[in-house]
């Protein structure tokens, strides 16, 4: 098979099979092909996973942080050497056209790891505090072992985003990449042994939803970070909470873009354009409704029809191809029974709205969509499609605009697309989300925190930021003079 990878477990340094488990088929979404079988870890898979990171953490916590930067980094240098073969199995993994892997997936997650592997020699320092004679200091200590659950949307991303902060506070991971897309996070276990990491402290265990809540309810974590839907968020962080765990929720949105009618109209088509079509449309922080002024919408929808109808749809290993198929049948589905609904609901279909006659096969592809006349009470606008569905929606006022932008249980992120300076930073103090754009959209450098708010989640990736999550503080108060007690 073409991408059968040694085993199906990376655990304590290396590749282990444990047959017991259910089967796990890896389909290239391109052409529907199994590509490989793995097994999903038994519970002695993951106990095994669990020991071998408790172990190595240990060790691993006692390296000074500039030492444990250096293996980052170290690992960030093989990923970028590597860069070609990991976005070639990144696109039999998801589907994405290489076009898109080659800058956007294993190089986050190289990224991720230098810029880690470069902050943590000094962004573990704690304070000292005088307090008149006595005084005291604060220490930031790792939480221990750490387990990452991952989506299927960024495989290697996730897999590096919840990776290299957690390894450079000097944790372990035991990180399950989502089943739908089992290979890239073994690569990068791989990547990181020989970056010179201790074995055991990036273990990989494949598995589905029976797996994830054996690691979840593991006594001997300490903490969950999940990339994933609201739903299993809801789950996740309720077993974590049963047992107190640090939890980091990166969870599904239903994004708002604004664009006034004073935007550069080609520019805000180019925001909504990524903000809906990048990566097939599945994206956590998509801005799935597109709120553009009156003014503007007969313009903005024309142009953007002629723009969507010249993506480039195909084979995803033909560097032409802009768009490859969805992840799977599955959810392809799912994405059809979203369109099927926006018609049945009267919104107006400018384009896409079925599966392109272009590609020929079994492959999971699917038109980027656009609707237009699209109203806050459609399912369309209110759930979150993940896929190529963008839903334009009308308005005229700037107040009104920001309350129905606001309107939804989601709060991942949002846009604003305007020339007047004053008004964007207006608007965006006033929108619910955790990671805002003005004038561009879902941009993402490891340098800025990412996250969401309300339904979408807690917790934050990338910057300086993340390594709070993924450490706490330890206070020692020192007495300088004779401990007097009044008995
Ligand atoms: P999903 O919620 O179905 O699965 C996510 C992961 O959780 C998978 O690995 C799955 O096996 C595991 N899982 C499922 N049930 C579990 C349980 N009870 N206990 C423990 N683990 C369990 O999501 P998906 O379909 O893989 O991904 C799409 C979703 O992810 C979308 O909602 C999208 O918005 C979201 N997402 C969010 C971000 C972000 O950073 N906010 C990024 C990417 C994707």
Known sequence: MKAQ?????????????????TVIESIYPATGEVIARLHAATPAIVEKAIHSAKRAQKEWASWSPAARGRVLKKAAEIMRERNRELSELETLDTGKPIQETIVADPTSGADSFEFFGGIIATAMNGSQIPLGGDWAYTKRVPLGVVVGIGAWNYPQ???????????????AIVFKPSEVTPLGALKIAEILIEAGAPKGVYNVVQGDRETGPLLVSHPDVAKVSL?????????????????LKHVTMELGGKSPIVVFDDADIDSAISGAML???????????NGTRVFVHKAIKETFL????????AIVIGDPQDEATQMGPMVSLAQREKVMSYIDK?????????????????????GFYIQ???FADVTDDMTIAREEIFGPVMCVLDFEDEAEVIARANATEFGLSAGVFTADFSRAHRVVDQLEAGTLW????????????????KQSGFGRENSAAALEHYSELKTVYVGMGKCEAPY
């Not at 990339?227 to 047992?243: L, Y």
């Not at 024309?302 to 109808?309: A, C, D, F, Q, V």
């Not at 959209?441 to 990412?450: A, G, K, R, S």
């Open 275 to 285: 903000g809906n079509f990048y990566s097939t449309g599945q994206v956590c922080s």
């Open 342 to 362: 926006g018609k049945a609901e009267g919104a107006t279909l400018v384009t896409g709205g079925g599966i392109p006659n272009s590609v020929t096969g079994e």
């Open 302 to 309: 024309s142009r953007l029809k002629t723009r969507t109808e």
């Open 157 to 171: 991303q996730i897999a590096c985003w919840k990776g290299a902060p957690a390894l450079a506070a000097g944790n």
């Open 5 to 21: 990878p040694q085993a199906s477990h990376f655990i304590d340094g290396e590749y282990v099979e444990d047959t017991a488990g």
């Open 227 to 243: 990339t994933g839907s609201v739903p299993t968020g809801r789950k996740v962080a309720g077993a974590a909470a049963s047992q």
């Open 368 to 370: 980027p969509t656009v």
């Open 438 to 453: 003005i004038n561009t959209y879902n941009l993402c450098p490891v340098e800025i925190p990412f996250g969401g708010s």
